[in-house]
């Protein structure tokens, strides 16, 4: 009897063996695409929170879309360098792109400093706002101290590279429109008239200055030194009446950081 099953006995544990075999195997597989998936899923995560908002980068995280918002009074700040075009023309391209990594590493910095919002850079323009959440007068303030802090930058690096380099900066209020564009390339951008008004004030600015439109020189007056009314022609926009921030009162600092 013995020797009858044994052949049996023999085929069916060497049957059972190669079945788990068979399953260990898939298990790992299946661990390793698990893994590999988890993977994904936090490097594609680390990326959203890299080129978006972190309050952004949630939304679309758990699913909205689009991602469209109305501000209803947005500070913005709008800074272009002058004489790059020229000097990088002049330049290699790694020294270029160091001089402009270094100049936007330091704007980042004073942008939060003062709890303002980089949206984005655009050759050698830089885009940043504030009240996104909760608009306040003292975005104003803030945005002003920020273009100042903006100006000394540029010209510390100018200095310190021996380099002939400005600043042009507008700054505006108003209406605005944001939101996400875009699938495989995300970009988080903003419309509005509010938001050519800065572009055109830092168009119509001479280096070294930051304008605004005089209509928001009342927000600025007790906070900041001010220039002379000057009527400009803007694009689009007509004769303007416009004024230059020369520089903070010493007051002004500590409401921009409150």
Not at 54 to 80: C, K, M, N, W, Y
Not at 92 to 115: C, G, H, W
Request: proline share 5%.
């Amino acid at each position: 009897t013995c020797w009858h099953f044994s052949p049996m006995l023999y085929s069916t544990k060497r049957r059972d063996f190669a079945q788990r075999t068979t399953i260990a195997l898939q298990h790992a597989e299946v661990e390793k695409a698990h893994r590999w998936v988890e993977e994904e899923r936090a490097r594609s995560e680390r990326v959203l929170y890299a080129v978006l908002p972190p309050r952004l980068a949630e939304r679309l995280r758990q699913g909205e879309s689009p991602i469209a918002d109305l501000h209803p009074e947005l500070t913005i700040v709008f800074a272009d360098l002058t004489g790059f075009t020229h000097l990088a023309a002049e330049l290699p391209p790694t020294e270029m792109v160091e001089i402009l990594n270094e100049l936007f590493s330091r704007f980042d910095e004073i942008v939060a400093q003062y709890k303002l919002e980089k949206i984005k850079t655009v050759g050698d323009a830089y885009l940043a706002v504030r009240g996104l959440e909760t608009p306040h007068d003292a975005d104003l303030v803030a945005a002003a101290d920020a273009g100042l802090a903006l100006q000394e930058a540029v010209l510390a690096v100018a200095r310190r590279r021996q380099r002939t380099l400005s600043l042009r900066v507008g700054i505006a209020r108003g209406v605005a429109m944001a939101g996400v564009l875009g699938r495989e390339r995300l970009l988080y951008d903003l419309w509005g008239d509010s938001v050519n008004m800065a572009s055109r004030l830092e168009t119509a600015a001479a280096p070294g200055e930051i304008l605004i439109a005089d209509e928001l020189s009342p927000l600025l007056a007790a906070t900041h030194q001010l220039g002379p009314v000057k009527v400009r022609e803007l694009k689009g926009k007509g004769d303007v009446a416009t004024r230059t921030i020369v520089a903070a009162r010493t007051p002004a600092l500590q409401m921009a950081r409150g």
